[in-house]
């Protein structure tokens, strides 16, 4: 059976890109820890988790993906990615902090840097939010055109029914009055 979670480390430039992707249920939470610990171990230098290709996460795996980046040794870990929309759903259902939030305290002499992290990952996760807004305003918009043009076509079927219902009866009207002619 092939893994439904990917745990994939990246060195560049002195700085450590551990990749968690592909679904974190209740079935791979359990494991988590010993994969991203192997996988980060020969590792060294600041250290991003990117969260942008998990597309499931369920209760068990968001605990366990919040402790796990929480202890995370302090001088490694410098930021959490945007998660996608999906895992972001859950996360909120849970009442579980954004992403950016997870971060571990570190020495007080950093604090400011963490704090501009986390207010940069905040604004890209706003702008995201925001991005998503005004697809679903364009479906809005573009779903209000369509309702327009229906009705415009459902007026336009009406008056067309009228006026066939109108020459009907003076078709009728026409008939009944030659029937009467003729009979006179």
Do not use: Y
């Not at 994939?8 to 249920?25: F, K, P, Q, Y």
């Not at 010993?34 to 600041?46: F, H, K, Q, W, Y």
């Not at 066939?164 to 009467?180: F, N, S, Y």
Request: aromatic share 2%.
């Amino acid at each position: 059976m092939e893994d439904q979670l990917k745990v994939h480390v990246e060195s560049r430039n002195g700085t450590c890109t551990l990749r968690i992707a592909g679904e974190l249920d209740c079935l791979e939470a359990d494991g988590l820890p010993v994969r991203v610990i192997a996988a980060i171990g020969p590792t060294s230098g600041p250290l991003v988790v990117d969260l942008s290709g998990l597309t499931f996460i369920d209760a068990a795996g968001a605990r366990a993906l919040t402790h796990l980046i929480r202890t995370l040794p302090a001088d490694r870990l410098t930021a959490v990615s945007l998660c996608t929309p999906a895992v972001r759903r859950v996360l909120d259902i849970l009442r579980m902090p954004p992403p950016a939030m997870w971060v571990a305290r570190r020495p007080a002499t950093t604090d400011t840097m963490d704090l501009i992290r986390r207010m940069r990952l905040a604004l890209n996760e706003a702008i995201d939010t925001q991005s998503t807004a005004s697809h679903a305003m364009g479906c809005l918009r573009a779903t209000c055109i369509r309702v327009a043009n229906t009705c415009e076509r459902a007026g336009l079927i009406r008056e067309q029914a009228r006026e066939t219902l109108a020459g009907t009866r003076a078709t009728r009207t026409q008939r009944v009055h030659a029937r009467e002619g003729a009979a006179d």
